[in-house]
Antibody
Framework: EVQLIQSGAEVKKPGESLKISCQLS????????IGWVRQMPGKGLEWMGI????????RYSPSFVGQVTISADKSVNTAYLQWSNLKASDTAMYYC??????????????WGQGTLVTVSS | EIVLTQSPATLSLSPGERATLSCTAT???????LAWYQQKPGQPPRLLFF???NRAPGVPDRFSARGSGTHFTLTISRVEAEDFAVYFC?????????FGQGTKLEIK
């Protein structure tokens, strides 16, 4: 069974840094794109960006360029999403998901369980 | 950047009724580059359909999806209690691979 396991909930203060993780099991890691999706409280899904772990190629939504960094470590089958300067507006649930087939032009399946990030002073 | 607009925002139906959800894109997605997801409270999204009309494993056949170009629909032939949720469409023709804003299917 293909699974994505995300790191646990985080509570941070504005201005702090954070790196959350997403580990893939049951599938090869290097040759599938992995995406990150934000869901703010009570709101819809926002596509943030994707990474191809094989060569660390990334694509970002213009809304998130310069706001977050997506990376991956093939040795531990894990993708990461990180912030260097958190804001209260970063409070949200963050999901990772694997692309369905070996191309970025594909759907998202499966999804991780989500990581809740709360930023509050 | 492709924008997806879903309608209606909220759909109020009784169990057994037919549900029709729409997703309209600002550019053509051809016959391929659209997916539908279902999300229930406290859960991650679940893939329902990929490449417009291909049902994901485990999705009941009361769900169907169709469309091409810029207009797409998700239909539930007879809504059951477990179907009340939020539904999102997503395009993956060009980055950023945007989502629609969602349609909430609620019990009438």
């Amino acid at each position: 069974e293909v699974q994505l396991i995300q790191s646990g909930a985080e509570v941070k203060k504005p201005g702090e840094s954070l790196k959350i993780s997403c580990q893939l099991s049951g599938s090869t890691f290097h040759n599938y794109w992995i995406g990150w999706v934000r869901q703010m409280p009570g709101k819809g899904l926002e596509w943030m960006g994707i990474i191809y772990p094989g060569d660390s190629t990334t694509r970002y939504s213009p809304s998130f360029v310069g706001q977050v960094t997506i990376s991956a470590d093939k040795s531990v089958n894990t993708a990461y999403l990180q912030w260097s300067n958190l804001k209260a507006s970063d409070t949200a649930m963050y999901y990772c998901a694997r692309h369905g087939v070996h191309t970025e032009y594909s759907w998202l399946d499966p999804w991780g369980q989500g990581t809740l990030v709360t930023v509050s002073s | 950047e492709i924008v997806l607009t879903q309608s209606p925002a909220t759909l109020s139906l009784s169990p057994g009724e037919r549900a029709t959800l729409s997703c309209t894109a600002t550019e053509s997605l051809s016959l391929t580059f659209l997916a539908w997801y279902q999300q229930k409270p406290g859960q991650p999204p679940r893939l329902l359909f990929f490449n417009v009309s291909n049902r994901a494993p485990g999705v009941p056949d009361r769900f169907s999806a169709r469309g091409s170009g810029t207009h797409f629909t998700l239909t539930i032939s007879r809504v059951e209690a477990e179907d009340f949720a939020v539904y999102f469409c997503q395009q993956y023709r060009s980055s950023p691979f945007s989502f629609g804003q969602g349609t909430k299917l609620e019990i009438k």
